[in-house]
């Protein structure tokens, strides 16, 4: 299992990463591994407003589909379009091309509650 050590997780198996002023939201690798092919993605529209907890989107694979949880309340401010004609990129590439949400923080305190990498792998390989 692959980790982004820039990046925080919560415990639905999104990560989120800072950019700038900007929040960049995928899913881990641990994630990607275990709905195995992705082959399709439903993103939120751009101008979005969400909670922390609330389902910004889904993610459909061979085996199942999942809802995506936002990490931080906020607004949506960029999709990854690419997704749509590429949802494999969920797969090789979770931590950079396959990026979903880019999210414009409303509470930037929500950051320091979201897991470290250490934190996230105990979760992970519980539920292996």
């Not at 082959?39 to 989107?57: C, D, R």
Request: net charge negative; proline share 5%; charged share 30%.
């Amino acid at each position: 299992m692959k980790l982004d050590a820039k990046a925080k997780y919560q415990d639905t198996h999104e990560w989120a990463r800072r950019e700038g002023d900007l929040i960049v939201v995928g899913i881990t690798d641990f994630a990607q591994e275990s709905l195995s092919d992705v082959v399709f993605v439903e993103l939120p529209e751009v101008g979005a407003v969400l909670e922390k907890g609330e389902i910004f989107g889904v993610v459909e694979s061979v085996k199942a589909a999942s809802d995506l949880y936002i990490p931080m309340s906020g607004e949506i401010v960029e999709t990854n379009v690419t997704l749509e004609d590429e949802p494999e990129l969920v797969n090789s590439d979770p931590f950079g091309e396959g990026w979903m949400i880019k999210l414009q923080p409303s509470d930037p305190k929500q950051w320091d509650d979201l897991l470290s990498g250490d934190e996230y792998e105990q979760v992970a390989q519980a539920e292996e």
